[in-house]
């Protein structure tokens, strides 16, 4: 176990005593003694957890924070100590939550989390708080009581919002899971987790971020790329502040963005450049809607009346959430530009096979050379050639 310190060699009969006699001179339990003892309370708190079981959560300690679990549904919940200090009665816990959520997590998600003890009494540990360890993001329930809304294909987790407002979340993602599904065409889970906080500093805590790294961006899906179906689901975490700004549409584009990073997830890899999937979640997000490029890409057109010709399609630093607002938008669009292009010009079939083909690569060097040759028949060079000519001839620009 991880800060386990070895016994001296003057310590070792000292050692020995220990293991014949556990109280010790002074009638401690050993260290070892104390770690079985806070792993066994940690089995009967995750027992209670599960089994919805209050009054046996409270006699484990912090009865207070059962609450805010309490509609959350769980198939599993586990804790693993990792690390125990202690001083005299009280102690210090890092341990590994794993947890899943019915119905929707293949696999436990993993926190880390730091817990505060201290021995009662009557001689046994309790927890005497609970907290996210450091360097960790919160949990939905961190943020206080989580309410739970079901929707026909996923669910909605919200802290501090209305049941109107999650219900209106259930509604963007069961439109959402439909159309990504017809644009992607690939088996995926068909299923979301949208987790809605209070505020934009609650969003940036979930994701363990300063909220000026949020700040403007309506939604981020959180996932390991490339999983497969042994990863937990994603979480689609929403900045209402964001959001509160959109029209009907914008709510359901953003939402149909995020899902199809959902989708897509088992087939984003190091090796998949942002300008693809990115392009690609506002290509499905975008798809049916009938906006014209134009509309779908405002920032990109001004560019173009300027007389200003993107030269290449964005690096994936031009993706950064910290940057200027309009350049940020003219990566995203520009992506789109270039996925919409695949889609018209080789069809919506190779778009997405491009898309996997490239993800199936390990390293970014070569894979998207490699997708582009196999699946489209150019080359980079080609590729970005006829791009820039259908950015000027779909929004407009005369630029050079």
Same mark, same amino acid.
């Given at each position: ?34 770690? &079985? ?5 940690? !089995?009967? *708190?995750?027992?209670?957890? %599960? =089994? /919805?079981?209050?009054? @046996?959560? $409270? ?27 202690? &001083? ?5 816990? !890092?341990? *590994?939550?794993?947890?899943? %959520? =019915? /119905?929707?997590?293949? @696999?436990? $998600? ?36 989580? *309410? ?5 294909? /996923? ?42 906080? *209070? ?5 940036? /805590? ?195």
């Amino acid at each position: 176990m991880a800060g386990r310190r070895r016994a001296s060699a003057s310590g070792a009969l000292a050692l020995c005593l220990l293991l014949v006699f556990p109280a010790g001179c002074g009638g401690r339990p050993a260290a070892g003694t104390a770690t &079985a003892e806070v792993r066994q309370l940690l !089995d009967r *708190r995750a027992a209670a957890v %599960l =089994a /919805g079981d209050e009054a @046996a959560f $409270a006699r484990t300690g912090t009865p207070a924070d059962f609450a805010r679990l309490r509609e959350v549904p769980l198939a599993a919940w586990s804790y693993e100590v990792t690390r125990l200090e202690r &001083a005299g009665d009280t102690a210090t816990a !890092d341990v *590994r939550l794993r947890y899943r %959520l =019915a /119905g929707h997590d293949p @696999a436990p $998600a993993t926190a880390g989390r730091t817990l505060r003890l201290s021995r009662g009494e009557d001689g046994r540990w309790y927890v005497g708080s609970d907290r996210p360890a450091a360097r960790s993001a919160r949990l939905p329930w961190d943020q206080g009581p989580v *309410r739970v809304v079901r929707g026909a294909h /996923g669910i909605v987790l919200g802290v501090g919002q209305s049941d109107e407002a999650l219900r209106g979340f259930a509604g963007l993602a069961d439109r959402a899971v439909p159309a990504v599904d017809d644009a992607w065409g690939e088996p995926w889970p068909r299923r979301v987790v949208v987790v809605v906080p *209070r505020s934009l500093r609650d969003m940036a /805590g979930l994701l363990g971020s300063p909220a000026s790294s949020y700040r403007g961006i309506a939604a981020v899906t959180t996932g390991g790329t490339g999983g497969g179906t042994s990863a937990p689901a994603d979480r689609i975490v929403v900045n209402p502040d964001a959001y509160g700004l959109l029209g009907p549409l914008g709510r359901q584009v953003v939402l149909t963005h995020e899902t199809t990073h959902v989708a897509t997830r088992s087939h984003t890899t190091a090796a998949t450049p942002l300008w693809l999937s990115e392009g690609y979640a506002d290509w499905a997000a975008y798809r049916g809607s009938g906006r014209t490029p134009a509309q779908i890409a405002p920032e990109l057109s001004r560019a173009l009346a300027a007389g200003r010709v993107p030269e290449a399609l964005p690096r994936d630093g031009d993706f950064g959430f910290t940057g200027d607002s309009a350049e940020l938008a003219r990566a995203y669009e520009a992506g789109w530009t270039a996925c919409r292009m695949i889609a018209e010009r080789w069809g919506e079939a190779e778009l997405g096979a491009f898309y996997r083909a490239v993800g199936a690569h390990e390293r970014r060097e070569g894979a998207v050379e490699e997708a582009m040759a196999r699946v489209l028949g150019t080359s980079p060079e080609e590729f970005t050639a006829r791009w820039r000519e259908y950015v000027r001839s779909h929004l407009g620009g005369r630029g050079r």
